[in-house]
C-alpha cells in the first residue's frame, strides 16, 4: 500500500523565527514515531536550506503558484503545524494564503495541529470564521484559543481539542539533556518585539536598562533573527540610536546561528539568563523551560493569556520604568510540572492526529 502524502500546509518555516524551529521539532519528533506518512512543505527558495538541514524528514519544495494547486491535489491531507493563524496583529495575509489553499483542495482532509487563536483576529472575523469553519478538526495550543474558537468563530466544540504548543515538547528534550545549566546564569535577558512599538515604551526600556546594568550584565536577544523593521534588531537599534554608546553604556545584542543544523543550538544561550523579560511567546517558553525568572512584556492577547497559563507576572504596556523594575523583580520560575503537563498535552495531540490519518 502506498504511504499517505500530507502537506504541511504553513510556508513561513525558515523565515527566521526561532519559535517555529521549536514548533515543527516537537512535531515531528513525535509524529516520525507514530506515522510513516510522507511529509511535503512549499516554502519560498531562500527559506528552505536551514529546514533541510534541521528537518530532512521533510521534503521541501519551491513551488510557483500554479504549482502550489497542484502539490495541493497530490497530497492526501492539508496539515497546518503550529503558529497562530488565527490573528489578525501583523495582518491577515496567512488567514489569506490558507483560504487560498482550502478554495482548491474541498475534497482533503484539513487538520490544524498546535495552533493559536488570538482575540485581535476578531477584527479580522469574517474571514478567520470561514477558515476555521473549514477544518476538520483543529487541536488548538491552549484553553483560550479553543474558548475564541468555539465562542467566537463559531466552531462547533466536537471539531475543537485543547492540545499544547507544540514547542514544549522540542524543549523538554533540549532542557532536560542539559539539566545541569538550569537556572545557573547570571544575565538579564531581554527579547522585544511588537508590531507597533510606542515611543514612551521604548524609551522606558532603555532608560530601565541603564539602571539595571548597574547591578546585572544584560543581554538583548533576538528570537527571530532578520534585520528587517518589525523585528527586534530593528527596534534595538532604533531604541539605542544604531547600537553605539549612550552615556558610557554600549548594549549587547545576541543572535543565534539560523543557519545551524540543531534546534538546540538556536536556545542553548538562554542556560546563561537567570532573569528573562520577554514579549515573544516562544522566549518566554524557552525561558521557563530553561529553569530562567520570568515575566512577560505585554504585547497582545496571546502574551497576557501565556502569562496567566503560566503564572508568571507580566508588565502591562505602556511600560515606564518603575513598572519594568517591579516586573522584573518580581519575576518567577515556571512549576516544572505544570510545563511537563503542557508538553504531554501537546504530544497526545499529534499520536491523536496519527490515528485519523491511519
Known sequence: MDRSRLLLGFDFYGAGNIGDDLMLKGFLDVF????????????????????????????????????????????????????????????????????QDFDCSQDKKKWMI????????????????????????????DEKSRELLVDS??????NVTT???????ALKEIFTKHNSTLGDGSVLGIIYNAECPDRDSLRAIKKFVLRVSKEKQVV?????????????FAIYKDMFGGLGGLFGFKPKIFSPDYGCSDVADLVRHFSS?????????????????????????????????????LNIPIVRSPFTVDALYDGYSKAVTVSRDLLEEKAMMA???????????H
Open 153 to 158: 468563530l463559531g466552531v462547533n466544540n466536537n
Open 163 to 169: 492540545g499544547g504548543d507544540l514547542a514544549h515538547i
Open 347 to 357: 504530544e497526545k495531540s499529534i499520536v491523536a492526529l496519527c490515528d485519523l490519518i
Open 32 to 99: 516520525s514515531q507514530n506515522c510513516d506518512a510522507r511529509l511535503s512543505c512549499a516554502l519560498p527558495k531562500d527559506l528552505i536550506p536551514s529546514q533541510k538541514k534541521r528537518f530532512s524528514q521533510v521534503e521541501w519544495l519551491s513551488v510557483d503558484s500554479e504549482e502550489r494547486e497542484d502539490l495541493i491535489l497530490a497530497c492526501d491531507c492539508w496539515i497546518g503545524v503550529g503558529g497562530t493563524p488565527f490573528q489578525a496583529s501583523i495582518g491577515r495575509w496567512l488567514l489569506n494564503r490558507i483560504n
Open 273 to 309: 539568563c537567570e532573569t528573562v523579560m520577554a514579549s515573544r511567546y516562544h522566549a518566554i517558553l524557552t525561558a521557563a523551560w530553561a529553569g530562567c525568572r520570568v515575566v512577560a512584556l505585554d504585547r497582545s492577547s496571546k502574551i497576557r493569556n501565556l502569562a496567566d497559563e
Open 220 to 232: 538583548f536577544a533576538a528570537n527571530d533573527i532578520r534585520r528587517k523593521k518589525g523585528f527586534e
Open 114 to 141: 498546535g495552533v493559536g487563536c488570538e482575540e485581535e483576529v476578531l477584527r479580522e472575523k469574517m474571514i478567520a470564521r470561514k477558515v476555521a469553519l473549514d477544518v476538520d478538526h483543529i487541536w488548538a495550543r
